[in-house]
């Protein structure tokens, strides 16, 4: 399956996959310098902080390389695989958490329809970046041939056209890195014949759905 992105869209791409991961990838550095600095006393706390940042710099750069990698249209991927790749983002601080069952019914009945696992990896990805205070994240079927993500806390809410690049309906011109996550989720669900759609279904409540291809 070929996907035509121009170099617009892969500049904001790593802009964004950059932004996330500094963050941790820098914790870790000023880690190591503080261990370097302390010699032979090693403080629990900052060996503890670097194993934090390492394993979400990890977490994240998985959970991307499924969402936006080739590899992650393999049929042989599974949803109970996302729902780990998600709980590694989440870590110990349990901010967020997941209330799905990636064993049960998510939509797509008695087969998994190619590429499946990547598109909802996407919606949970998206569906995070609803819940500015934390909350839940929960998958479900929904009417006829979808599946649902639903993101559900305090002040949950879709970012301002957000569901216009999920959409591929804002223009070229104002995609921003902040937008690009939703924009790449609607042009490889159509690559794969999904379509998705977003609303806040009721206060703190944002529902994302994913249509699965036709049969």
């Excluded at 205070?133 to 949950?156: F, H, Q, R, S």
């Excluded at 959409?167 to 937008?179: F, G, H, T, V």
Aim: hydrophobic residues 40%; proline residues 5%; contains cysteine.
């Amino acid at each position: 399956m070929s996907i035509q992105i121009d170099t617009g869209i892969l500049e904001l791409m790593a802009s964004k996959v950059c932004h996330d991961i500094i963050s941790p990838i820098g914790a870790v550095n000023n880690g190591i310098e503080f261990l370097t600095e302390m010699g032979d006393q090693v403080d629990e706390e900052v060996v503890n902080l670097i194993s934090f940042s390492a394993s979400q710099a990890s977490a994240k750069l998985k959970a991307y390389r499924m969402a936006y990698g080739a590899g992650g249209a393999d049929d042989s991927i599974k949803p109970e695989e996302v729902h780990q790749a998600i709980e590694a983002i989440v870590g110990e601080e349990k901010k967020v958490m997941q209330e799905w069952d990636p064993y049960g019914e998510l939509g797509y009945g008695d087969d998994r329809p190619k590429a499946f696992c990547k598109m909802l990896i996407c919606g949970l990805i998206l569906a995070m970046e609803c819940l500015p205070k934390g909350g839940t994240l929960e998958v479900k079927p929904g009417d006829g041939n979808e599946t649902i993500v639903v993101a559900k806390g305090v002040n949950a809410s879709i970012r301002e056209r957000t569901g216009e690049a999920l959409e591929q309906k804002i223009p070229r011109d104002a995609l921003e890195p902040k937008y690009v996550h939703p924009y790449l989720m609607g042009l490889l669900g159509s690559a794969y014949g999904y379509s998705a759609t977003m609303h806040e279904a009721e206060e703190d409540v944002v529902h994302i759905h994913i249509k699965l291809p036709a049969e």
